[in-house]
């Protein structure tokens, strides 16, 4: 680990995280979470919220594809997404739905400003994130697609959604 440059778990868990949190809203692959988990440590997210029946540590499903991240990256069940971008909303966090939606702002035309937190909203892998949960977002970020498919694995979409907004969030600091 330390040839690589690597944190060890306590290292990191003492880091300074990075202001954005993830919401999975619904979640139902437990190997989705767990990847979301892993790239979550990758960026040092400060945190993930499990809502809705997106599954939840430990289950060793999640573990397979987190190789360890559930225990460095904090994250906490919430039953509803809604409640749970109210709070954020009330602690500063801007919120975006990760989403095709009409008005959503292209990855490559975000422009993060300043520090402020921000939460991304990931949904459902078949239904994406729900309306009413969209309707209480800040906005939406949608990543380019150019082939025959219309969408990513979540986990994927995390990855890109992650490293352009770190990238960013990296050069204005």
Request: charged share 20%; glycine share 6%; net charge negative.
């Amino acid at each position: 680990m330390d040839e690589l440059g690597r944190l060890s778990k306590d290292a990191f868990q003492q880091a300074d995280k990075m202001p954005i949190v993830l919401v999975l809203e619904n979640v139902r692959s437990m190997h989705n979470v767990g990847s979301v988990f892993r790239t979550s440590d990758a960026f040092l997210v400060n945190k993930i919220y499990l809502c809705g029946y997106t599954p939840k540590p430990p289950h060793r499903d999640i573990q397979k594809t987190a190789l360890g991240a559930t225990e460095t990256v904090a994250w906490e069940g919430e039953e509803n997404a809604l409640l749970c971008i109210e709070k954020l909303k009330k602690e500063g966090y801007k919120v975006f739905a990760v989403e095709q939606a009409h008005g959503s702002t292209s990855l490559e035309k975000l422009q993060i400003t300043s520090s402020y937190p921000i939460a991304l909203v990931f949904g459902n892998e078949a239904a994406g994130v729900e309306a009413s949960t969209i309707a209480q977002c800040d906005g939406c970020i949608e990543i380019p697609q150019f082939g025959t498919k219309h969408s990513f694995n979540i986990s994927v979409s995390a990855g890109i959604v992650l490293w352009e907004i770190y990238k960013q969030m990296r050069s204005a600091s």
